[in-house]
């Protein structure tokens, strides 16, 4: 009855070859693993070593080897795609602060060229620096859309609106030689503002 299920070889032994049931399933995980960029071929890496244990190894070693390059080039690729798109992100945020930075340099530059004309009213006035209505006109005739305002004596205020799109809005406070004593800026969408103390 035995000899009915298993076929007998000439001197009595099994003529059905021996079977490594871990060493073909690392060698097929091997192969699927290859173009899954080795998610699979750490899984046939492990049933590979696993599989080396037992008789016949061959398809166990191959699906070892084959499994180990697969981990290899996943690592590699994983660690790629990391670098790459770090990279995307740190070149995204520098060109959006690039973009904020160069809209806080128009601002402040604006508004010191406009503190430039309060200080040469002042100048060709003896010292006094103008009421509100007469540093609004003298800011208007230069072509600075500003407000100007009268702190003290020795003190005077801008606020400057730059751009059309996306406007920011520029406040400073300047002593009477026109020379900055503080300066707060805002977007008006809220996402950038600050300041600077002198």
């Known amino acids: 009855m035995n000899s009915q299920l298993t076929p007998e070889g000439p001197d009595g032994g099994s003529l059905v070859a021996p079977q490594n049931p871990l ?15 080795g998610i699979l071929s750490l899984i ?25 390059v697969g981990t290899l080039v996943g690592c590699i690729v994983t660690a790629l795609l990391i670098a790459m798109i770090s990279t995307l992100g740190i070149g995204l945020s520098a060109g959006i602060m690039a973009m904020i930075y160069s809209q806080i340099e128009v601002g402040v530059t604006r508004i010191d060229d406009a503190s430039e004309i ?3 009213w002042e100048e060709s006035h003896n010292g006094v620096l103008p009421s509100t209505e007469a540093g609004n ?10 407000t100007y305002r009268v702190i003290d004596n020795d003190e005077f205020g801008l606020e400057l609106l730059i751009g059309d799109e996306d406007p920011w809005t520029f406040s400073a406070e300047f002593d009477a030689d026109g020379d900055r004593t503080s ?16």
Do not use: T, Y
């Open 23 to 37: 060493g073909i399933a690392a060698f097929v995980c091997s192969i699927i693993g290859l173009p899954s960029m």
């Open 183 to 198: 300066l707060r800026w805002k977007s008006e969408n809220g996402q950038s503002h600050g300041n600077w103390n002198f």
């Open 137 to 146: 006109a003298a800011l208007k005739a230069a072509g600075f859309d500003a």
């Open 44 to 68: 046939a890496l492990i049933l590979g070593a696993i599989a080396m244990r037992r008789e016949p190894k061959g398809l166990a070693i191959a699906g070892f080897i084959i499994g180990l």
């Open 118 to 120: 309060i200080v040469k």
